[in-house]
């Protein structure tokens, strides 16, 4: 599948902004109106999820068309199986959260929900600048200030070296290709047909295992 580009840049990262920036004003709607009890805020909130969701499926098309051109083995590849879990989570939880508004009603069951999907973009966002920045996926040139030393420590370090451990027990291969891999080996195991079948009683007493037709007929030679 061919990377997607406008005007000399990649698509994707310019629609993620959208729901990255979508879904905390739907929590600030949200928080106000518990405060407030006015109910455009309430609304407010819903049609920011709503349209985060579609934001959101644009942004995931997108980004998937740039997921398949990461090799796999790699650990970018592994880097991006987890910043597309954790998305689809985090729009799972919108989803979800829009169907307990629909009767018109925050409930806290919804806001809980909201702070779900906005603290799961959050760590989904930093996976997918490591992509970039670390990686360099979809990265054209050279960054003229690579090498430079940081005028300060990175105070949040130990927290990026902790999702890189995390992100290190996820298998750096195709999503879809595990999906089906999986599919099929179930499959395979449904209709193999190999059961085990009970041992047969002899009457001596004895358990004696069963003969298949196949397997004494290959020790039949010919005359």
């Known amino acids: 599948m061919a990377k997607l580009t406008f005007a000399e840049n990649p698509v994707h990262p310019v629609l993620n902004d959208y729901p990255a ?44 068309a740039d997921y398949e051109t990461i090799p796999e083995g790699t650990d970018a590849k592994r880097l991006a199986n987890v910043h597309a879990a954790l998305n689809a989570g985090a729009m799972g939880a919108v989803a979800l959260g829009v169907i307990v508004r629909l009767p018109g009603r925050v409930r806290p069951l919804a806001v809980a929900l909201n702070v779900l999907a906005n603290a799961t973009l959050v760590v989904a966002g930093w996976y997918g600048s490591h992509l970039v920045y670390r990686h360099g996926v979809r990265v054209r040139g050279v960054d003229p200030t690579t090498g430079m030393a ?46 085990d079948e009970p041992p047969v009683a002899d009457p001596t007493g004895r358990r004696t295992e069963p003969v298949t037709v196949a397997a004494t007929a290959t020790n039949i030679a010919p005359e």
């Open 21 to 64: 920036v979508l879904m905390p004003f739907s929590l600030m709607c949200d928080a106000l109106y518990v405060v407030t009890r006015r109910p455009t805020l309430r609304n407010a909130s819903l049609l920011a999820q709503l349209a985060a969701l579609g934001t959101g499926a644009a942004a995931a098309a997108t980004g998937y």
């Open 150 to 195: 940081s005028p300060t420590e990175d105070p949040g370090k130990p927290i990026a070296d902790q999702l890189e451990r995390l992100a290190g027990q996820v298998p750096a291969r195709d999503l879809g290709a595990l999906v089906s891999g999986t599919a099929e080996s179930a499959a395979d195991g449904s209709d193999d047909g190999s059961a």
